[in-house]
């Protein structure tokens, strides 16, 4: 049985010092990002600082990515808010017990899905669908957000009822002014901050330090404004508020079966959903660095990770996008560097907590915002347009209807779209009447290619497996075919893309067989595959068919043709 984690050994030292120093800077620069995803997701600010320690060790020991950084990211905590803010107020007590079962029961179900090395099921959701999702994700992140910006209350997390509460209650004062202040300052810094340190002379290292240095010095900044100024208790700014000091111990748990009952939906897309991020994340990461990740070991890593974090924070987490980025840009090596951050993040929870206590909650919605904003994917919701309209109508439906109808709703849309798409395709195969090239044995489109035909014979080449669903599509084409060719004596059915022939398609080409001889024409076949030909061979359609099995299409064309 193995010890210790394979990058551990034996480990690099060449790559110490590296993640040493990685470690530490990632604990600054994201300690913004874990108190407001917290926020995010409707809980105590501490509790994303919590989670990003023992549940990081967890993933650096059973995961498989060298640098993916696991923590609060923003799709986990707005799944955490709409689920279960219509079940309990946010931030009170069955709130957080729920939050820690969501956590407990998907990181059970990802650790399952490890164990019994069902990595592949993150592969059921095509990228359109997720880029959909992650796009009406972030629409739907934004509008949650700006309750902290324009003093509003609405009653549900749908943009709905935040749009009605902001032109109903909303007001403009001191604290939409930090937010939007730290809205324009966090959005230039993203956009144009490291081209002028270029231009400067600053080497690109350097400015992209810089660049995620900003929130942090946004948030010291906004916290000493409303210190000096006294903001909070003058002008009504709203503020964190009081952030428990110290670590607490863990609290270990059986979460509730009614709990368990209601949320199982919720669970199993919050699985999946972490499970497509996760490993889809880890595969760019390895890509770039040219490395493997094993999917299974991923999911156990990130299943590990989710059940620690029920029992110390009670956050569920993921891997980040943002986060991992400023792991990799900080030199990280090794998922060591993974595990000096949270020792480094345990370090401010018991000292330096506190200090966050009067940060401004407009500046880290603000920081939610501008993160959201950079996950909107237009990019590949154009790309899947113009390249395949059904994938483009999938994805763009994914992505309204995450915003219209909420997180549940809208994934469950993107999976039926991406089904439909997938059924209307199969039962609408493409069909094309075959040639022969001259002077070769190729075969081609007569509509694409000057090829040689044969007055008595038709070859017709269906590119999908034939079941139930397409069967109406085939026939129909067939008889087309036979109507526009009048002197037909044979018919041959080439079945080089078929992959597969169910119960109702054997039948259907058998009473097509005996339609056709009563015209006097024959049915054919050409290139059947093996295991096609395997199921066929003991049937009624191959041993009374009124034309022959042929190897090739070449075969056919000269049997024939003579």
């Not at 059915?493 to 001889?517: C, K, P, Q, Y």
């Not at 096609?532 to 042929?550: K, N, Y």
């Amino acid at each position: 049985m193995r010890l210790l984690p394979r990058w551990a050994s034996p480990y690099p030292r060449q790559h110490l010092a590296s993640d040493l120093l990685a470690g530490i800077i990632v604990t600054i620069l994201v300690i913004p990002q874990s108190l407001a995803y917290a926020l995010l997701a409707g809980l105590p600010p501490q509790a994303g600082l919590y989670v990003a320690i023992f549940p990081v060790i967890a993933y650096a020991l059973f995961g498989s990515s060298m640098v993916q950084a696991v923590g609060p990211v923003a799709i986990t905590s707005i799944m955490t808010y709409s689920v279960l803010t219509p079940i309990a107020a946010p931030g009170s007590p069955e709130y957080i017990a729920l939050a820690a079962t969501l956590a407990l029961a998907s990181g059970l179900v990802l650790l399952g899905c490890g164990l019994l090395r069902l990595g592949f099921l993150a592969r059921l959701l095509s990228r359109p669908v997720i880029a959909g999702f992650v796009s009406g994700s972030a629409v739907l992140i934004v509008f949650s957000q700006l309750k902290y910006l324009f003093n509003a209350h609405p009653a549900a997390s749908d943009a709905l009822t935040v749009l009605s509460a902001l032109f109903t209650e909303g007001r403009i004062d001191v604290s939409t002014a930090i937010g939007l202040t730290a809205i324009a300052v966090l959005a230039f810094a993203r956009t144009s901050l490291a081209g002028l340190l270029g231009k400067a002379g600053i080497k690109p290292g350097a400015a992209a330090f810089v660049v995620r240095l900003v929130p942090l010095l946004v948030v010291l900044l906004a916290t000493l404004a409303v210190v000096g100024w006294n903001l909070d208790r003058q002008y009504g700014v709203a503020v964190v508020g009081s952030i428990v000091e110290g670590l607490p111990a863990p609290v270990f748990f059986l979460p509730d079966a009614g709990d368990l009952k209601r949320l199982a939906v919720p669970i199993a897309l919050m699985a999946l959903i972490g499970m497509v991020q996760n490993i889809s994340m880890a595969q760019a990461l390895a890509i770039r660095r040219r490395e493997r990740i094993d999917a299974n070991a991923e999911l156990v890593g990130l299943g590990a990770a989710n059940v620690v974090a029920a029992f110390h924070g009670g956050m569920p987490v993921g891997g980040g996008v943002s986060r991992s980025a400023v792991n990799v840009a900080a030199g990280a090596q090794t998922p060591l560097a993974g595990i000096v951050a949270a020792c480094a993040m345990l370090v401010v929870v018991i000292g330096a907590a506190p200090l966050f206590t009067r940060l401004p909650l407009a500046v880290l919605a603000a920081s939610i915002i501008v993160a959201a904003l950079s996950m909107i994917d237009l990019r590949s919701l154009r790309q899947a347009w113009h390249y395949d309209r059904a994938d483009g109508i999938a994805a763009l439906g994914t992505g309204a209807g995450v915003f219209v109808l909420g997180l549940e709703a809208g994934i469950g849309l993107g999976i039926l779209l991406s089904l439909a798409t997938l059924l209307y395709r199969a039962s609408t195969p493409h069909i094309a009447v075959l040639g022969r090239i001259p002077d070769s044995e190729h075969f081609r489109n007569v509509e694409r290619h000057t090829v040689q035909t044969l007055p008595n014979a038709l070859f017709l080449r269906t590119d999908e497996s034939l079941f139930f669903g397409n069967l109406d599509a085939v026939e129909a084409r067939l008889l087309a075919e036979i109507e526009r060719n009048s002197g037909l004596r044979d018919v041959v059915l080439i079945m080089s893309a078929v992959n597969r022939v169910d119960a109702t398609a054997m039948e259907v080409l058998h009473d097509l067989d005996r339609e056709l001889g009563a015209r006097g024409i024959r049915l054919n076949f050409a290139e059947i595959k093996g295991p096609v030909h395997d199921r066929l061979r003991d049937t009624a359609l191959l041993r009374e068919l009124s034309g022959r099995v042929f190897l090739s299409v070449n075969d056919a064309y000269e049997a024939l043709q003579a």
